[in-house]
């Protein structure tokens, strides 16, 4: 079938985008899907950075590209072998889709699955299946076995979860990425228990997540942190318990000054090494940072090795929130329909497919939480 599809042909064009548009809007041929795949109608896809960062180059993907990997939608078609879907459905997608059967998927990690993992690299759906093509027949890669930045999208059946149809697709889809990282950082990752300290570093979509998820966990103190004034107080208004800037020189100081020596459990949510030296920082003690930002596939974190071992701190990954999608999404969509995870308040407007090159000026300057694409109006 015929569609329109925002595609990246190069990494690294200059800001503004809106001027060197590093995504180009074609109308695109879509195979209908092969065994085990399902065709999905995008309804709404939401802006991470880490498809800035690929925009920016910082993290390498194969190119021609259709990434967008936060999204929702509605089945429309099922690939032979596919019986646990309808048409019509609604679903959330998953930027790692697993194999069910790997030593990690079987104790029960498949968001760090090695499958989801070598399709990305490739470019390819799970199947290892390519089916975007542009109209002079080149085939174009897929991001994160999904390419959500287009009006429709082929997907492995293991990269949707099935949802209730009176959830909004537009908050839907952040669970897709910004909810299964922030929230799965907190409760999965981090096990948050109720009466806990935790701190956010880096308040964006994920990080905010974060934080809804402390305040739903009942932690007891919540420290939140930015380089954006305006973040911290959102944050406030939404339960941190203090706020700290970033870009005060002293601020790992102040932080500790105020917690009695750092907090048991930071989440890093950033991005950076900068905010990942601040969040090992403001770890007390025996405590964990955990880590979901993604700078540069190349940047290097170091810290004292003498101080790790005697402070006993741990340094914990988490990769779209230690999520198990099945169980989840669910989960923090029934949190969701309890005010528990109030994502709406993250949604910083709506845009065509037209629009998404200036989209993505504006979330490099660092005013906005979650765009949402409509590439269907
Ligand atoms: N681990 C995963 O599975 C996963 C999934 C999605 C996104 N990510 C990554 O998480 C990060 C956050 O994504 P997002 O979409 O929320 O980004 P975002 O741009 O919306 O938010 C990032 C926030 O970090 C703040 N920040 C920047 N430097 C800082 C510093 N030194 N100290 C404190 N705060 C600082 C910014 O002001 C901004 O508010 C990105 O690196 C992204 O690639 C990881
Ligand atoms: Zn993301
Ligand atoms: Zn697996």
Known sequence: MRMKAAIMFEQGRPRPYAESRPLVVEEVELDPPGPGEVLIEIAAAGLCHSDLSGIEGI?????????????????????????????????VTVF??????????????????PSGFAARSAGTLVSGAKRIRRLNGEAVNHGSGLSLFAQYAVVSRRAAVKIDPDIPLEDAAIFGCAVMTGAGAVLNTAGLQAGDAVAV????????????????????????????????????????????????????????????????????????????????????????????????????????????????????????????????????????????????RLRSGFLPLEEINAAFDRLAEGGVLRQILRPNG
């Open 96 to 113: 790692v889709t697993s194999c069910g059967h790997c030593r990690y998927c079987v104790r029960g990690r498949p968001n760090i699955c």
């Open 201 to 344: 570093v880096g308040l964006g979509g994920v990080g905010m997540n974060a934080l809804f998820a402390a305040v739903a966990g009942g932690a007891e103190r919540i420290v939140a942190v930015d380089a954006n004034p305006e973040k911290l107080g959102l944050a406030r208004q939404w339960g941190a318990t203090d706020t700290f800037l970033a870009t005060e020189p002293d601020c790992a100081e102040q932080v500790r000054d105020a917690t009695d020596g750092g907090l048991d459990t930071v989440i890093e949510t950033a991005g950076t090494i900068k905010a990942m030296e601040l969040a090992q920082a403001i770890t007390a003690r025996g405590g964990s940072t955990v880590s979901a930002g993604l700078p540069a596939s190349d940047a290097r974190f170091s810290y004292l090795h003498a101080q790790l071992v005697s402070d006993e701190k741990s340094i914990l990954g988490s990769y779209m929130g230690s999520c198990v999608p099945e169980r989840d999404i669910p989960r923090f969509l029934r949190m969701y329909k309890r005010g528990k995870l109030p994502v709406g």
């Open 59 to 91: 993290r390498p993907r194969p190119v021609p590209i259709v990434i967008g990997h936060e999204g929702a939608g509605v089945v429309r078609e099922l690939g032979e072998g596919v019986t646990d879907l309808k048409p019509g459905d609604h679903v």
